[in-house]
């Protein structure tokens, strides 16, 4: 009841907007990150480590665009930058741009498996095309990915998501056709995926095998820092390619991303998120010339083997936000330092949970900090007894997750749906101290 207080007393404005947001806009929210209970905040100002709604109230922004703004919101040099070149090119010619050039030669000199780079219009358009370069390159159609993992919303990655711990996704309008070719392993279990390979193998063999590099779902279920290296092997071992989905890791997690991170080189790295700083249009795939040279094509398509496309893909505002984004990372050392800023805020999390005996427990990877409220996350691949209570405490654990973020919210914090903090440059302890007693309370 605090809650619905908070909201009914200090968030008129934002309500008025909610309202008429449900006539128009199906469920009254766009954005899957936007929570809506009670309903949603409009917001007005962004800046550095803290947001504000149209009513005034300023929140502590743990969200950063689901992990995007690594350098903080609304970072002043890089929207100049951007600013410039609106002013004198505009958002879009359709033909090349100088910061194309740039941006790609950035990504290949700090990503150590990426010799070439294609830019796309986000992370589930990169996530497609790496599994069409995997299949043409190889020959094959089997495509694994590890259960509970997010790679965009595609017909093909979205179908079929039902691994414990994670819910069911809603697949309505989907034929199970679409995912006809991709399997979904129990995640961590490199044993199966082996027998599932083996198994492949009779039937046409394994394209790749798609894996977010800190665990499914940006690590809420972390892997062991061997899993990568062991999962190469198995991949070399086959002839798989192997398919990292940096959407959330890359850049964020350093310069190298996870790959770096782990000293473990996919084929193909898959970016989106912090790609661009967080400016629209993010995404793009990477990797060995001899894969990526499959895009490569004359007009009439004639040696065109993998079709991508985007009418606003690639276009100068993306580029040349994304270059000057990956520069003051790279100038201000924005992975460490949001790393740091989350190594603060876990460790005092965990403090108040433990001194107040709460039932909840924190966890971080640098700058992606979890916290489980509700629910058990990591499990038993082998149990099934233990499969079927944990899909039961996912369906749970929505609301209780919505209420939590609702809650938060009412203290002047925004997190991802109540369970996961990104935080970044703009973190300085000051601003993490401030988030713990509002946490506190
Ligand atoms: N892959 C991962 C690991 C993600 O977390 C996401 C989005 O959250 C995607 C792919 C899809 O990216 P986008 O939302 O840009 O389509």
């Not at 309008?173 to 027998?195: K, N, T, V, Y």
């Not at 290296?229 to 192997?242: A, K, N």
């Not at 050392?333 to 740091?340: S, T």
Request: aromatic content about 8%; charged content about 20%; proline content about 4%.
């Amino acid at each position: 009841s605090q809650v619905l207080s908070y909201f009914d007393t200090h968030c008129r404005q934002s309500k008025l907007v909610a309202t008429a947001a449900e006539h128009v806009i199906p469920g009254g929210v766009q954005h899957n990150l936007a929570f809506n209970y009670p309903h949603p905040l409009a917001i007005r100002a962004a800046d550095g480590a803290y947001l504000s709604d149209l009513d005034g109230n300023r929140y502590i922004d743990f969200l950063q665009a689901g992990g995007a703004t690594l350098l903080g919101a609304n970072y002043r040099p890089v929207r100049e930058r951007v600013q410039a070149v609106l002013a004198e090119c505009g958002p879009v010619t359709g033909l090349l741009h100088e910061y194309e050039v740039k941006l790609a030669e950035l990504v290949c000199r700090h990503v150590p498996s990426v010799e070439m780079f294609r830019m796309l219009g986000s992370g589930t358009e990169a996530v497609m095309a790496a599994i069409r370069l995997a299949r043409a390159h190889t020959g094959r159609k089997w495509i694994v990915k590890m259960g509970g993992g997010y790679h965009g919303w595609s017909d093909q990655m979205v179908y079929g998501i039902r691994v414990p711990g994670t819910g069911r996704m809603d697949a309505a309008g989907i034929p199970r056709s679409a995912a006809a070719r991709i399997q979904e392993g129990f995640p961590h279990d490199l044993h199966a995926l082996r027998r599932r390979l083996q198994l492949n193998r009779l039937r046409g063999g394994t394209a790749a095998v798609i894996v977010e590099p800190f665990g499914p779902e940006s690590g809420t279920r972390p892997v062991t820092a061997e899993f990568n290296g062991e999962l190469r092997t198995l991949c070399d071992e086959f002839e798989v390619l192997l398919i990292f989905d940096e959407v959330v890791t890359g850049f964020r997690t350093g310069l190298s991303g996870a790959q770096g991170y782990f000293d473990v080189r996919p084929d193909l790295t898959v970016f989106g998120k912090c790609l661009t700083g967080g400016y629209p249009m993010s995404g793009g795939v990477g990797g060995q010339r001899d894969i990526m040279m499959n895009l490569a094509g004359g007009l009439g398509g004639s040696q065109k083997k993998v079709l991508v496309g985007g009418t606003l893909s690639a276009n100068p505002l993306s580029c040349v936000a994304g270059y000057y984004s990956i520069l003051e990372m790279e100038k201000t050392q924005a992975a460490q330092h949001a790393g740091r800023a989350g190594d603060r805020l876990c460790a005092g999390l965990t403090e108040i949970i433990d001194r107040l005996g709460l039932p909840y427990v924190a966890y971080n990877q640098g700058s992606i900090v979890h916290l489980q409220t509700s629910g058990v996350m990591l499990m038993d691949a082998r149990n099934p007894f233990k499969l079927i209570k944990l899909v039961r405490e996912a369906e749970s654990r929505k609301r209780s997750m919505e209420e939590f973020g609702a809650a938060y919210c009412a203290h002047g914090l925004i997190t991802l749906a109540g369970s996961r903090l990104y935080t970044s440059l703009a973190d300085t302890d000051e601003v993490i101290d401030e988030a713990l007693n509002r946490f506190e309370d």
